[in-house]
């Protein structure tokens, strides 16, 4: 029988999210933060390398960690079914920076390929939404590409709101996007 939850970083997952980094065909897994890897030259193949990660994951939970300059504390959370990596979702603290409050959101979901379109995308983003509100969040901000037509009907049924959809003639320029920005809000009870 399938178990599917969401759960924080693992070591033990180590083999299952690489065969998932193989599945995005060299882009960085959405909502899996692996760019805090690059920062810090981890080669995430390395299972020394890889439980740095999982740890720094960790710590960008805890109120008292201090994350590099120009990022913000975050929590993640791991979808995971039957102890197989199928994606991640990250909930930002606030919006810290200009990319964050212009174009990243507080929230931000991936699923790998072999595991779309069976709504773990919105478990995940429901996930992290009850995270947000644990944490007494009014409101957080969610953006997606505008051709991502699967991700903005997510974020519409968890409650979203389009806002705005911001032009890549503005957005590209400023922090690389490659197509419009459409930026929902989605009020917190």
């Keep these: 029988m399938s178990q599917i939850e969401l759960r924080e970083p693992t070591v033990d997952l180590h083999q299952s999210f690489m065969q998932s980094t193989a599945e995005w065909n060299g882009v960085d897994q959405d909502g899996a933060s692996m760019f805090f890897a690059d920062k810090y030259g981890w080669d995430l193949a390395d299972p020394a390398h890889f439980a740095l990660w999982v740890q720094l994951l960790k710590d960008l939970a805890t109120p008292d960690f201090t994350p590099l300059p120009g990022f913000v504390l975050q929590s993640t959370l791991w979808v995971v079914e039957n102890e197989q990596y199928l994606g991640a979702v990250s909930l930002r603290h606030e919006l810290g920076n200009d990319y964050l409050k212009e174009v990243g959101g507080h929230i931000g979901y991936g699923i790998r390929p072999s595991a779309r379109r069976r709504g ?20 957080v901000m969610i953006t997606c590409n505008d ?4 991700s903005a009907k997510t974020i519409e049924s968890c409650g979203g709101v389009l806002e705005s959809i911001k032009p890549r003639s503005v957005v590209g ?8 920005v459409r930026r929902y809000w989605i009020t917190l009870d």
């Design 120 to 139: 773990l995308a919105k478990l995940a983003l429901a996930g992290s939404l009850e995270q947000a509100r644990a944490l007494g969040m009014p409101k």
């Design 147 to 150: 051709s991502n037509i699967g």
């Design 173 to 180: 320029p400023l922090f690389g996007c490659p197509d419009d």
